[in-house]
């Protein structure tokens, strides 16, 4: 069994783990602080970012990109109408770039800054720098959800799946950055309706249960995260 080192509010360690989920393959799951920086960490990582796969002979593979290229080179290339990467080089482009939308651009602009506040500030000593939330990055990254969620909603609304017409890792990403985001009670689904029906498909599906099991110690999810009728 493969080794993912995570964090439940990463959203590129939850589309790792939805990309294994999909081709049915499980993980051992170690869960990792970010801001601790432990030695054995960083050994496999100087980096210190998550996620970060022990493949085969517990060769450490980094990054949620970098992973996913891997698992569709050593797992996707045998799964024929199941392989979350395009077969031509145009669709696996856009794949990429709806990837790089949600893992980096969103995570930028919105996740980093409310997971940062809300979840891992509490449990951060003040010499790594926890404390009370910064409201204005709070702000912030709230007024930056609308045009994000938008965003989806217009793919959802133009296509059968975001990039195109078959589930692809660009789903997964786009999954993996809003659960976070649901799971904290910051987005508004009534407003979204595409965007809503598309994730309401994508949290019904089987690899997704165990990221509707996690919790956050101290911070209970939105009522309706679990609920797949929502």
């Given at each position: 069994?493969?080794t993912?080192?995570?964090?439940p ?10 990309a294994?989920?999909?081709?049915g ?6 869960e990792?602080?970010?801001w601790a ?7 496999l ?10 493949a085969?002979?517990?060769v ?7 992973i ?14 199941k392989r ?19 893992l980096?651009?969103?995570?930028s ?8 506040e809300?979840?891992f500030?509490p ?10 939330p910064d409201?204005a990055a709070?702000r ?9 969620l938008?965003?989806t ?5 133009t296509?059968?799946?975001l990039?195109?017409?078959?589930m692809s890792y660009?789903d ?12 904290l009670?910051?987005?508004d689904?009534a ?6 029906d598309w994730?309401s ?7 997704f249960r ?8 101290g911070?209970s999810?939105?009522a309706?995260?679990a609920?797949?009728?929502?």
């Amino acid at each position: 069994m493969l080794t993912l080192f995570h964090h439940p509010m990463n959203a590129a360690s939850r589309f790792v783990r939805l990309a294994f989920g999909e081709y049915g393959e499980e993980l051992e799951l170690i869960e990792e602080k970010p801001w601790a920086r432990r030695k054995e960490f960083l050994a496999l990582n100087p980096a210190g970012t998550l996620p970060v796969l022990l493949a085969e002979g517990d060769v450490p593979i980094v990054g949620a990109n970098v992973i996913a290229e891997y698992v569709d080179e050593t797992r996707g290339v045998l799964k024929r109408d199941k392989r979350l990467f395009a077969e031509d080089s145009i669709g696996r482009a856009e794949i990429r770039r709806l990837c790089d939308w949600y893992l980096v651009k969103t995570e930028s602009e919105v996740t980093r800054h409310l997971v940062r506040e809300r979840v891992f500030k509490p449990h951060m000593p003040s010499s790594q720098g926890g404390g009370s939330p910064d409201s204005a990055a709070i702000r912030a990254a709230r007024a930056n959800i609308k045009q994000h969620l938008k965003y989806t909603n217009w793919l959802a609304g133009t296509r059968d799946w975001l990039a195109g017409t078959r589930m692809s890792y660009a789903d997964l990403a786009a999954a993996g950055t809003l659960s976070i985001l649901d799971y904290l009670g910051e987005i508004d689904w009534a407003e979204n309706g595409a965007a809503r029906d598309w994730y309401s498909r994508i949290k019904s599906r089987p690899a997704f249960r165990p990221l509707l099991n996690d919790r956050v110690r101290g911070l209970s999810p939105a009522a309706h995260y679990a609920n797949l009728d929502f």
